[in-house]
């Protein structure tokens, strides 16, 4: 973050930041101030003061005498670019003794001269300096002084042991500027002195000189000023990037390393969490600009940890198998709300065996890897004259990867500067003010009459109470007053076409902690109240109770309070479990302290008595102790007691109670009450008794009696109660039940006695007397037992009527109902040749009569029946005698006239919606004279077709006709024509009905089939013809075929000469209608012609064609636009369906070199070809002519070699053996694997893979004949390759095994004898 300004302080109290101002009249000379401290160990030197470039004299290396003038580039960094441009504040440790000196100027050659003494016990400092100069001039420029006035520091010390070596640093103090006319009252307040030092603080000789002016480089936002890239200048490199500590949020900060290439690295940040109410916000930078974030993957892994105990957040960025790319300057930052911190660190990845020496000119080198001509554009010119924030965003257009290396040799280049020709003195890059305070931005005009505006965040400021303009001479000034976090912006002023810009820090400051929290040491149930008080008012302030934030919810315990500066954390009823450390947390620091609630001592003042209670009577327990409003918990047989709905625990005061309304044998026992938070308890028993009873009324059985079924198994559970446990009785007469009885036996527990019968029987049934006894009394009750069974069958059902899907049947009751009245009946149905039987009812039929439905026609069925009573259902009865349901069909429909003549009437007709199963035989049709109701049958035989003529009528005479459909159930009801038919001829006129779709163009693609059917109407059967544009049709080229009632046209495969006009003529005698069918064939249309390049500027091509010549018989649609770069000629569509013949092509690539076509398009689609553009399109870029340099392609033809052999294997008989080897050949080998010089070819027992260049044979099973010489050998057109290896295979197969598998005899004995020979030598 750049230096803040310094702050002065307004009569009105009010503080205010000003920008240095070089422009006044001479000013009160610099404060020069000396401070000598020993380093820490490995610990970079950074400097206090937050200047944004600070000049710094640094000691290069140690000196034996004691002192040594260091070396002008090792001394003083930055010397040159930077006197312009230091704006510093100082932060003394202890003011100087010496008097105030002049300005100080420094020139190119002068440099400082600073004698050391290593050891420091007592440093003595003495500081000279010459007169001072005369006053600079108004216009503010770089001031060269020779060496008389350069200001000389000598340090002498005593005589010097070993290192440690101090580290000095000069800083030089601009007087405060003096008091405008408006700010007469204004007095200059010191800087406020630095934190306590301790053995470790490194203490700094610092020179600040007035700032004049600030380059343009030294600008930016908060997180990029630190970066290479963009705010360090080149001549910056060799130092340390100097970060301003905001605050300490790093206690551990990443460490550069070096790696070599395929190697790992881990860098390690750590954050101190204590005072952090959450987790800080931490982001990884390579470079400037690249956030790491989104680069996450196998070979970069960021990981975050927490440790609980310690309270430090790690966090971690592991490098996995780098890479040459990944060198360079990283960058790791820290945000938490108002604080950050930042830290930079180089990562070196060097190759194993690589040749040190740098090409300069490798740096330029485009990004293919085999260019042989470096690019004629001089980027070395455009860096020099390139601001450093722009390195980078250079280095990525023009491929430069060496960029660090480049720029520190770029540094020891001049680089010449460019005066603003509107500024005098421009704003600094960056200013810093409190929170509330007041900030003024100073510009000098060179030209005071040019028109200025201020701009916030881009956005023009008004003048307001808050934003005020000043003018003063040259210097325009912009006051903002009573800063706040939303002034913390961009700030930039326009004069004419020029602008500069920069950077307004609102600096909050943390809340303090004023009074800290009291300890309190109370007892339960008293008032607990915690006050702090706080330097801020309405600050956010946390409560936590050891460490945990403390719940301040509607229902929390816990209440919280502020007003101005105090807050309260407010306990009303305190317990023990309060008890701890509370503290509060505010952004400036905590306060603690402990809290102990402990308990009162307990006095029983009533215990607990022993009770004797009756069951079902309330049980009441009561007890009073001191003090009062303690909570306690009541147990019974040492188990906790819950409130219920039958259990009270009330509490009032000192007095405790347990209340049971109705109590149970289970609530006897030993009860306990045990106060809460003490060991004492209460303790009493409780003994509960109960005479002996029956609840017969359980069993809600109506009349106490039992029902049974014959057969069925019967027991009877029946509650007793009683405390004692009571004796039971069972007696049936006068015989006692036991319970060791076979078939009938009696059982008792402790709740409920049961009489058990295995099989019920008839003999069973009657009354059973139960009776109860123990020590409070004596009790008895009676129950009944029913035994009842199924009814018999009902006799054989029989049918009385049969319809076409239904019948009707009717059946007696059964003789015996089994003890129970019947309920109903159920009725199942069975085809004759089934075994199924289907359930007709599922509700019970309580007649004895029946009317199945649904059934099918023709297919014979049986039924019968079942009675149903209050036990079940009876066996079914004996099925009925089979029958067929029958109908007669449904009369046929749309009956209607199809011709009349002279003497004939032709009737035509539908068949009857329902035929039935009788089928259809044929129909009959009647007719008989109007007036009369004598119907004569037309055919005497019957018709089977739907249409009918009847013949020998009377001319001109008027009859009705009716039509009956036959079956074997008889003749269905008549079909009656509705009106009277005319028996008389007559004339129609012809009528051609067009289809809705032919009355508009008719559209077919080539190829495509036509058939087309026009219908039309006319008495007797019209004349059809046809005509295409006033010719004949073609019969070759167009079918035609004409009917009574319509005409079609057929076209096979449609040609666009089908196109026309088709002609159609009905003719009746005289009677003429015509109709017009428009046919349209059409095809896919040409490509457009002459498409050409108009013009081509920016990243922009206009485009201009003309229509294709063949449109394919349909009215062009639009175009389709593509475009192709030159190096890749892959085809990328930019726009679809453009309606106009000429465009402009957008949003070129600058640099590449394009080419254009076009696609017609019409109702059929897209064009098959495209006209492409003859000459291509070069983006360049504006105001630079880019020749694109030409290459010569590499030739990677190359023989086959082996990289890596094969190599000799032993192999396991019956497991499958690999082979690998590696070849490297272009254009791609053909590889053949050999067995002992002969090639394998379709084995099955082998598998060949190639796979980038790795060839692998796997031998599936293999036996000990498979073992020998193998060989992998590739070929292409350049040359061949050769490989060999041995494979042995261990372990083998008896010869039933090897016949088994198809081996030849030959091979086995070879095999045998080998296994033989290989055995000997091992007995």
């Known amino acids: 973050m750049p230096e803040p300004t310094k702050k002065d302080e307004m009569s009105n109290g009010e ?16 404060e020069i101030s000396l401070e000598v401290s020993p380093p820490p160990p490995e610990q970079p030197v950074e400097t206090e003061g937050k200047d944004p470039q600070p000049i710094e004299v640094i000691k290069p290396e140690p000196v034996e005498n004691g002192s040594k003038e260091p070396e002008p580039e090792a001394v003083v960094v930055g010397a040159k670019e930077q006197v312009e441009s230091v704006n510093s504040e100082v932060k003394e440790e202890a003011p100087s003794p010496c008097s105030p000196p002049p300005p100080a100027t420094v020139k190119e050659e002068a440099e400082p001269v600073v004698t050391e003494v290593n050891q420091p016990p007592e440093p003595v400092v003495t500081v000279v300096t010459p007169p001072p100069p005369p006053p600079p001039p108004p216009e503010p420029v770089v001031t060269e002084v020779t060496q008389p006035p350069e200001p000389v520091v000598t340090v002498v010390t005593p005589p010097p042991p070993p290192p440690p070596e101090p580290v000095v640093t000069v800083q030089v103090t601009p007087p405060p500027p003096p008091a405008d006319k408006d700010d007469d009252g204004t007095t200059n307040t010191p800087s406020p002195p630095p934190p306590p030092e301790d053995a470790n603080t490194v203490k700094k000789l610092s020179i600040e000189l007035p700032n004049d002016s600030v380059h343009v480089s030294a600008m930016g936002r908060k997180d990029s000023v630190w970066s290479l890239g963009e705010g360090q200048a ?76 310690t309270k430090i957040h790690t966090f971690e960025m592991h490098i996995i198998k780098a890479k040459d790319n990944y060198a360079g300057n990283y960058r790791c930052e820290v945000t938490y709300k108002d604080k950050f911190d930042s830290c930079s660190f180089d990562l070196e990845v060097k190759e194993l065996e690589q040749s040190q020496s740098v090409d300069i000119r490798s740096a330029f080198k485009r990004r293919e890897p085999k260019q042989d001509e470096t690019p004629e554009v001089d980027v070395w010119e455009i860096l020099k004259s390139a601001r450093p924030d722009q390195y980078e965003k250079i280095a990525f257009e023009y491929g430069i990867t060496d960029l660090r290396g480049l720029l520190k040799r770029l540094k020891k280049t001049k680089k010449e500067e460019k005066k603003s020709e509107a500024f005098a003195k421009k704003l600094d890059p960056a200013y810093q003010v409190d929170k509330g305070g007041k900030i003024r931005l100073v510009v000098d005009l060179a030209d005071p009459t040019v028109e200025l505006k201020w701009y916030k965040n881009g956005q023009e400021i008004r003048p307001t109470p808050k934003f005020i303009f000043e003018q003063k001479g040259t210097q325009r000034i912009l006051v ?40 309190v040491k109370t007892t339960v149930n008293e008032r607990i109240e915690l006050e702090c008080e706080v330097s801020e008012e309405g600050a956010q302030v946390k409560w936590c109770k050891n460490g945990v934030e403390v719940p301040t919810g509607p229902r929390s315990r816990y209440r919280v309070k502020s007003e101005g500066l105090k807050h309260w954390l407010i306990i009303d009823d ?68 819950q409130s219920n709905d039958r259990i009270n625990i009330l509490q009032r005061a000192k007095n405790h109670r347990l209340e049971i309304v109705n109590s149970t044998i289970h609530d006897a026992g030993d009860y306990t009450f045990v106060p809460e938070g003490y060991t004492q308890s209460l303790c009493a028993k409780v003994h509960i008794v109960d005479p002996p009873r029956v609840h017969l009324e359980s069993l809600n059985f109506p009349d106490n009696t039992v029902t049974i079924v014959a057969g069925n198994k019967l027991r009877v559970e029946i509650p007793i109660s009683g405390e004692p446990a009571p004796r039971v009785v069972w007696m049936k007469g006068e015989r006692v039940i036991l319970d060791s009885g076979h078939r009938v036996r009696a059982e008792t527990f402790s709740d409920y006695t049961s009489l058990t019968i295995d099989i019920a029987e008839k003999e069973d049934t009657g009354n059973y007397k139960i009776v109860l006894q123990n020590e409070a009394g004596e009790a008895g009750a009676s129950i009944k037992v029913k035994v009842v069974d199924i009814p018999d069958p009902p006799e054989v059902p029989l049918v009385t009527e049969v319809g076409g899907d239904w019948c009707s049947m009717t059946w007696e009751p059964p003789i015996y109902d089994g003890g129970s009245p019947i309920l109903g009946y159920f009725i199942e149905r069975k085809k004759k040749q089934s075994s199924r039987w289907m359930r007709l009812n599922f509700d019970l039929n309580k007649e004895t009569t029946f009317e199945p439905k649904k059934m ?43 011709d009349v003549t002279d003497t004939t009437v032709t009737m ?50 008027k009859i009705l006709v009716r039509v009956r459909a036959i079956n074997a159930a008889g003749a269905s009801t008549p079909r009656t024509l509705q009106h009277s038919i005319l028996v008389k001829e007559v004339i129609e006129p012809p009528k051609i009905r067009i289809p809705r779709h032919l009355k508009q163009t008719y559209t077919r693609k080539v190829g495509e089939a036509v058939n087309l059917v026009i219908p039309f109407m006319g008495k007797p059967r019209p004349k059809v013809s046809w005509l295409k544009e006033g010719q004949t049709v073609d019969p070759t080229q167009v079918t035609i075929r004409n009917t009574d009632c319509d005409s079609i046209i057929f076209i096979r495969k449609a040609e666009r000469k089908h196109s ?6 009905v003719e009746v005698e005289n009677h003429v209608d015509t109709a017009i069918i428009d046919i349209q064939i ?29 449109n394919g018989n349909a009215a062009i649609t639009g175009y389709t636009i593509q475009k192709a770069d030159k190096k890749t000629m892959e085809w990328y569509t930019c726009i679809e369906h453009y309606h106009r013949t000429c465009i402009t092509i957008t949003e070129l690539v600058v640099g590449n070199e394009y080419f254009f076509r076009i696609y017609s398009e019409n109702m059929v689609g897209l064009s098959e070809g495209a006209t492409q553009t003859k000459d291509s399109a070069l983006i360049v870029k504006e105001g630079m002519q880019l020749k694109n340099p030409e290459y010569i392609d590499h030739d990677f033809k190359e023989p086959p070699k082996f990289t890596q052999p094969l190599i000799n294997t032993f192999a396991i008989a019956g497991y499958n053996a690999t082979l690998n080897c590696s070849v490297r050949a272009n254009p791609r080998p053909k590889v053949i694997w050999m067995k002992n010089k002969i090639a394998i070819i379709d084995d099955p027992r082998y598998r060949m893979f190639s796979n980038q260049g790795v060839c692998t044979l796997e031998i599936r099973k293999p036996s000990p004949y498979d073992g020998g010489m193998y060989s992998c050998k590739a070929i292409n057109d350049l040359g061949d390759a050769l490989v060999e290896c041995k494979l042995e295979v261990k372990g083998g197969f008896t010869f039933s095994e090897l016949m088994q598998r198809g081996v030849p005899l030959h091979l086995i004995d070879k095999y045998m004898s080998e296994t033989k020979v290989v055995e000997q030598p091992e007995k």
């Not at 009959?924 to 077709?945: A, F, H, M, P, Q």
């Open 15 to 30: 503080k205010e930041s000003v920008a240095p101002d070089s422009s006044e009249a001479p000013m009160p000379t610099p």
């Open 234 to 309: 080149p001549e910056d490199l060799d130092k340390p990037v100097d970060t301003p500590p905001l605050s300490s949020l790093l206690i551990e900060r990443p460490q550069g390393g070096s790696i070599t290439v395929g190697g790992d690295i881990s860098f390690v940040a750590k954050v101190e969490a204590q005072d952090l109410l959450r987790k800080p916000t931490i982001k990884w930078f390579k470079g400037k600009w690249m956030d790491l974030a989104s680069k996450t993957g196998k070979h970069l892994q960021l990981k975050e940890t927490f440790d609980r105990r």
């Open 480 to 519: 903002i007053n009573n800063c706040g976090l939303n002034d913390d912006a961009a700030y930039s002023v326009a004069a004419g076409e020029e602008k500069c810009t920069t950077e307004l820090f609102v600096k909050e400051l943390p809340v303090k902690i004023t009074k800290e929290i009291e300890a």
């Open 574 to 641: 305190a317990s023990k479990e309060d008890t701890g450390t509370f503290s509060l947390m505010a952004s400036g620091g905590t306060s603690e302290a402990k809290v102990q609630v402990e308990l009162k001592p307990l006095k029983i003042i009533q215990d607990l008595q022993d009770m004797t209670v009756l069951l079902g009577q309330p049980l009441k327990m009561h007890c009073e102790i001191f003090p009062g409003n303690v909570p306690g918990r009541w147990y019974r047989n040492g188990q906790l007691i």
């Open 856 to 898: 099918i026609e023709g297919v014979p069925y049986e039924v019968r029946v079942f009675a149903v009573n209050a036990i079940g259902v009876s066996k079914p009865s004996e099925p009925s005698k089979a029958f067929v349901p029958l109908a007669v069909t449904s009369e046929p429909t749309m009956l209607v006239v199809d």
């Open 908 to 957: 035509k007709w539908r068949p009857p919606e329902t035929i039935g199963a009788a089928g259809l035989d044929g129909y009959l049709v009647e007719y008989c004279i109007e007036g009369s109701d004598d119907w004569r049958v037309t055919n005497k035989e019957l018709t089977e077709k739907t249409k009918y003529t009847i013949t020998g009528l009377p001319p001109e005479a």
């Open 1060 to 1065: 026309g006009k088709y002609d159609m003529k």
């Open 1082 to 1110: 059409v095809d896919l249309p040409g490509p457009p012609q002459c498409v050409k390049i108009d013009e081509v500027w920016g990243g922009n091509v206009a485009l201009d064609w003309t229509p294709p010549k063949d």
